[in-house]
């Protein structure tokens, strides 16, 4: 059975590229919200097993979301997704009862790593991502390199 996820991101476009990232056979998503308050209204309804959070948001951003999400839910996790994860320390992630805060920057293969974490899943290799299946490269290996082809001068003698 999947496991439902609740998305929080003010900005429409981020929404949606979390949302096609989120789409897997793992995960399904039960609601993508445009604000923190709207979350806090609807989550209890949803029965999200993951929720993701933008920190940076209007009105209600993400850190007070969390505290008030984490004291309705408790034992539902709460990833903060932020472009500001420097500026959020390990006392104000305690403070907020984040149970983990990502960067953007550091890409959606990691936030989905952290996913399965979070939700007791067992790791998965992701050679595709999104509704379209684009390819992620792999890291190339240092002993997969090319050779060099021989020329004629350099073949060895007969």
């Known amino acids: 059975m999947k496991k439902k996820v609740l998305l929080v991101d003010d900005h429409p476009s981020i929404r949606f590229l979390l949302a096609s990232l989120v789409e897997t056979d793992q995960f399904t998503v039960c609601a993508a919200l445009a604000d923190g308050k ?14 993701l959070l933008d920190y940076a948001m209007p009105n209600l951003n993400g850190a007070e979301t969390a505290t008030v999400l984490k004291r309705l839910m408790p034992t539902v996790p709460v990833i903060l997704f932020t472009l500001h994860d420097a ?5 104000l992630m ?5 149970d983990k805060v990502i960067s953007k920057a550091d890409g959606m293969t990691n936030l989905l790593e952290c996913m399965r974490e979070l939700a ?10 999104g509704p379209l299946q684009l390819p992620i490269d792999p890291m190339p290996e240092t002993n997969a390199l090319p050779q060099p082809m021989a020329t004629p001068e350099e073949k060895p003698p007969e």
Do not use: F, Q, Y
């Not at 007791?120 to 991502?129: A, F, K, N």
């Open 38 to 51: 709207e979350a806090i209204d609807k989550a209890p309804d949803l029965h999200p097993d993951l929720i």
């Open 94 to 98: 305690a403070a907020m009862r984040v």
């Open 87 to 91: 500026s959020v320390n390990k006392a």
């Open 120 to 129: 007791g899943l067992p790791p998965t290799r992701i050679d595709t991502v």
